[in-house]
Nanobody, 123 residues
Framework: QVQLVESGGGSVQAGGSLRLSCVVSGYTYSHVSMGWFRQAPGKEREGVAAIDSYGSAIVADSVKGRFTISQDNAKNTMHLQMNSLKPEDTGMYYC?????????????????WGQGTQVTVSS
């Protein structure tokens, strides 16, 4: 059974930082990519950052220079360090995994999803 569990969300003021973590279990395959996505109320889910099976990372332009994605050596835990947070970063943050992903920030490419962790940034 595949499980993804996010943690680390919370409420911060603009300019603050949060570190999200995602632990994946039951998904032991090759060519696995992992990603962070977010969804604000009334908006579509969007890709924030992702890392492929070779360790290459990508972040969305909207968070470039502020967010950093990382993965532990066992590749079953992923983190998202979020600095200089802005009110527009508010939303539910989800982690996801999938195999043979061509476009890392594309929602439909991912197979399994976590339940999400809420991030709220106040001005």
């Amino acid at each position: 059974q595949v499980q993804l569990v996010e943690s680390g969300g919370g409420s911060v003021q603009a300019g603050g930082s949060l570190r999200l973590s995602c632990v994946v279990s039951g998904y032991t395959y090759s060519h696995v990519s992992m990603g962070w996505f977010r969804q604000a109320p009334g908006k579509e889910r969007e890709g924030v950052a992702a890392i492929d099976s070779y360790g290459s990372a990508i972040v969305a332009d909207s968070v470039k220079g502020r967010f950093t994605i990382s993965q532990d050596n066992a590749k079953n835990t992923m983190h998202l360090q979020m600095n200089s947070l802005k009110p527009e970063d508010t939303g539910m943050y989800y982690c996801a995994v999938g195999r043979y992903i061509a476009t890392l920030l594309e929602v439909v490419e991912y197979e399994y999803w976590g339940q999400g962790t809420q991030v709220t940034v106040s001005s």
